[in-house]
């Protein structure tokens, strides 16, 4: 049985069913296997979606296993993790030389049109590269205006990237091997439908690309047939380019695309710029697979955006998007908020995601950064939650977050799904004072649009529960700081540990039963009770152990204002939280770190040999100290093998 690996958002589909993720015990995957895949994807509905199903394959090896059109299709959809990156940049280089050998450079110039828009600057300098060291530059995009020009708008012109110098007995080889099919491709009768994928990659573009191919074959025709004077007018409607995504805005299922998705596709060419429709694409969130709702949804998008950027400030996030992978992954993933954090830091990728974890963390009633979301300098120090989730994976982020909403007793808004859609518009067209200009805003907005949309299906929330309504503003406020109070104390205590471990064994408050302890924070461990969990902080022996399995404790770690408890409230809450903590930390667990398995003796499960519950302290800590004792000890009588501290 395949467990979960430590990531809390890996697809079911890649480890259940036929569509399966890369095979576990082979160094290889089947061209079968590998197209079975790439269906998947391909049907993601937006590219949030597709970086995070990426998460779930070994996409090195898909890659490996795609014919080189299908690799390019994969890299229409979004930026690719490296180094499968490296891979598809290779084989868009092979397709583009295979694609004007066998359709000519005519046809194939609406094909390398459709490379360079679903294609970053920087996948682009490789595939540049790669074709200048094989030599193929010149013969490839060197005949191409269109392509040539827009490469110059992108700062790529052909001349930065020369073809190597000859290599004779190499370069006589190829060209006598290759003599007799150039010949036929350049016949122009021939020049499409020789290679036998013609129609089908034809079918699987994107609208305009498919017109423009019809164009391109029946202006070959009608010009005596001669395709270097086949006028470049007829691919004016792709020098606009809407780069990384096109997938998104023409799905339609198998090779083809539905009439629906077609005219949802000319609504959105129309009604957006270029710049808004791709950025919209990848701030809008998780996909929708109705049509309607998915274009109202692009719009609406945009237009928060340009209130917040501006028309130069939109432009300027959509060229960050083409020039950098990792910038569109940062929007992919932080939405809205993650635009405004890209146009804030100028297109610096670690300045916004540090701007954006200050101000995903602001704690309630906290000013946004000096000038504004978009009109600032770079903040400086983070005040909140940037220094609390400084390497903190995006999954511990979002269980803590959930948690902390499912856990809060905050108002919340109507649970009837037609009052709450109401409730909600009235919120976006009249927000609360000074909402707009709060930097929790916009994700307070799309967190109240996506609990609708769970309430609309009837799914459940993670860890089962059933879905709630969304908190009230001022609720939702009071959970995020709470969350933030929460993560400081958690990288609090692990340093006081990693401190009390450094220390030699006789001073140690903390771990004195440890010859050699090592401290982690965040390590993924399963049960098949409760699934994938992150303990807060897990201790493992570092030192020699004889052959026996390596002692190992957790620690869960609460920041609750315990001082507002009475006797019989505080006995039941840190009841809890210990039962929970042996339930989740306890007993025997699987490591999913897998840095880690090397410290154990046998595979990756191992006994839990003691379970802390530690508290904050402080101002937290109930005043009457014999009351807390008591209620200490109670537990630690009750719940055997949980022990109960405050700081």
């Known amino acids: 049985m395949n467990r979960p690996q430590e990531r809390l958002t890996s697809p079911s589909t890649f480890h259940q069913d036929g569509c399966g993720g890369a095979p576990r015990h082979s160094d290889d995957i089947s061209s079968r296997e590998a197209e079975a895949l790439l269906a998947t994807l391909l049907a993601s509905p937006s590219p949030s979606d597709f970086v995070r199903l990426q ?12 014919d080189d059109w299908s690799a390019v299709r994969l890299g229409s959809l979004g930026p690719v993790s490296a180094p499968a990156a490296d891979l598809v940049n290779r084989k868009r280089a092979s397709f583009l030389t295979t694609c004007v050998r066998e359709d000519g450079s005519a046809l194939a110039e609406v094909f390398a049109l459709f490379v360079l828009h679903s294609s970053s600057d920087q996948d682009l300098k490789q595939v540049l590269r790669a074709l200048a060291r094989d030599k193929r530059l010149g013969s490839t995009l060197g005949d191409m205006a269109v392509v040539r020009e827009q490469l110059r708008q992108r700062g ?20 006598a091997r290759e003599a007799l099919a150039e010949a036929v491709s350049t016949t122009p009768l021939l020049q499409w439908g020789t290679a036998r994928d013609y129609d089908t990659r034809k079918r699987q573009l994107p609208p305009p690309y498919q017109r423009a191919l019809t164009q391109v074959e029946s202006a ?42 077609r005219g949802e596709y000319e609504r959105a060419t129309r009604e957006l710029t270029p710049a808004a429709l791709m950025v919209a694409l990848y701030a809008g969130g998780k996909g929708v697979r109705a049509l309607k709702p998915r ?22 996030v959509a060229r960050y998007l083409q020039a950098d992978p990792e910038a569109a992954l940062l929007v992919a993933e932080g939405g809205e908020a993650g635009a405004l954090a890209l146009a804030e830091s100028r297109g610096n990728v670690p300045g916004a995601r540090a701007w954006l974890s200050q101000a995903q963390g602001a704690p309630p009633g906290s000013a946004p950064p000096k000038g504004g979301l978009a ?54 067209d009249a927000p609360p004072t000074g909402a707009q200009s709060h930097p929790l805003w916009i994700e307070y907005v799309r967190y109240g649009q996506e609990r609708l949309v769970e309430l609309e299906q009837g799914t459940k929330a993670k860890r089962g529960r059933a879905v709630e309504p969304p908190l009230q503003w001022e609720g939702y406020q009071r959970m995020r700081g709470l969350v933030t109070r929460g993560l400081k104390f958690e990288r609090a205590m692990a340093e006081v540990l990693r401190a009390d471990a450094a220390l030699p064994r006789a001073q140690r408050r903390f771990l004195a039963d440890f010859h050699k302890p090592r401290v982690e924070w965040y390590v993924g461990v399963w049960k098949p009770t409760s699934g994938l969990r992150f303990v807060d902080v ?40 210990a039962r929970d903590a042996l339930r989740y930390y306890g007993e025997t ?27 904050e302290g402080g101002d937290l800590k109930p005043r009457n100290v014999n009351t807390l004792k008591r209620a200490i000890d109670d537990i630690e009588l009750r719940i055997k093998g949980v022990e109960v501290l405050v700081q």
Not at 55 to 66: C, F, N, P, T
Not at 295 to 316: F, I, N, S, V
Not at 564 to 575: C, I, N, P, Y
Request: cysteine-free; hydrophobic content about 40%.
């Open 220 to 261: 070959l025709v009608e010009q005596a047939f001669a395709p270097r004077r086949v006028a470049t007018g007829v691919l004016d409607e792709l020098t606009f380019g809407v780069p990384l995504g096109f997938y998104y805005l023409a799905a339609g299922t198998g090779g083809g695309v539905s009439s629906l998705a």
């Open 295 to 316: 274009l109202e949804e692009w719009r609406e998008t945009a237009r928060h955006l340009r209130e917040q950027l501006g028309a130069e400030g939109l432009e300027a």
């Open 589 to 615: 667990l699987d490591i999913r770190r897998p840095s880690l398995r090397s410290l154990l003796h046998e595979g990756s499960e191992v006994s839990i040999r003691r379970v802390r519950l530690i508290y």
């Open 55 to 66: 998460r779930g394959v070994d996409m090195a090896r898909l890659v490996e296993g795609l």
């Open 156 to 175: 790529l012109p052909l001349s930065d990237f020369p073809d190597r110098p000859e290599h004779p007995r190499e370069d006589m080889a190829r060209g």
């Open 538 to 577: 897990l201790i493992i022996e570092e030192g020699p152990f004889s052959g026996r399995s390596p002692r190992v404790e957790t620690i869960s770690v609460k920041s609750r204002n315990l001082a507002l408890l009475d006797e019989k409230a505080l006995d039941a809450q840190m009841s809890t939280d």
């Open 375 to 428: 009109k600032g300098s770079m903040p400086g120090k983070a005040a909140s939650l940037a220094e609390e989730a400084v390497d903190l994976p995006r999954e511990v982020l979002d269980t803590k977050l959930l948690q902390g909403e499912l856990e809060s007793t905050g108002p919340r808004m109507s649970g009837d799904v037609a009052v709450l859609r109401r409730q909600l518009a009235a919120l976006r």
